[in-house]
């Protein structure tokens, strides 16, 4: 029941974009079918209908996608700088980057064979970066650090300044979180 309104939302305003009957969005490894009679999104990968949260996700994001979307604009913000409400602050580092250091905090390679299902490209930034497409023309930057002697392990998840025009922080709390359980 907790998603319900915003599903139903989400499925009406992308109804009213008249998108026709079905639309196919890939997402992370996976594609999604979308059926906006029978309001579905189902997981061509596994054949299984997506979770709220998740379609919810998919459904903003197909929404904006038919609207236009915005180039890549290769300018890296952070969470806070992205969201500019510092009450979703706790929860994007709860659900992004205690994940990531539980993970690979103290083995940061780990990260590159765990996401070889998600195209990715490594970048040099941090001990490991990798750049992957959550979405086409969404990409997210994840950088990890190992600890030493004087400091712990670090993660950080960086956004590509676009998003905003795509999603809402809440929308970003939850990408992020579908990340980095998926790496």
Same mark, same amino acid.
């Given at each position: 029941? &907790?998603?319900?309104?915003?599903?139903?939302?989400?499925?009406?305003?992308?109804?009213n974009l008249n998108a026709g009957n079905a639309l196919s969005i890939k997402f992370l490894a996976d594609t999604y079918q979308l059926d906006l009679r029978e309001k579905k999104a189902l997981s061509l990968s596994c054949n299984v209908a997506a979770k709220d949260f998740t379609a919810?996700?998919?459904?903003?994001?197909?929404?904006?996608?038919?609207? &236009?979307?915005?180039?890549?604009?290769?300018?890296?913000? =952070?969470?806070?700088?992205? =969201?500019?409400v510092e009450g979703y602050l706790p929860a994007f580092k709860k659900r992004a980057i205690s994940p990531l250091l539980r993970k690979y905090g103290s083995k940061p390679e780990g990260i590159i064979t765990a996401a070889q299902r998600i195209p990715l490209k490594r970048v040099d930034q941090g001990d490991v970066g990798i750049v992957l497409e959550a979405f086409e023309k969404v990409p997210v930057l994840i950088t990890l650090w190992r600890g030493d002697d004087e400091f712990g392990p670090e993660a950080n998840m960086l956004f590509d300044k676009n998003i905003t025009r795509i999603f809402c922080a809440e929308d970003i709390v939850v990408l992020a979180g579908i990340i980095a359980a998926s790496v």
């Open positions: 029941m &907790g998603y319900e309104v915003a599903l139903n939302k989400a499925w009406e305003d992308l109804a919810i996700l998919i459904l903003h994001y197909a929404a904006q996608k038919l609207k &236009g979307l915005p180039d890549v604009r290769g300018e890296w913000l =952070s969470f806070k700088e992205v =969201s500019q």
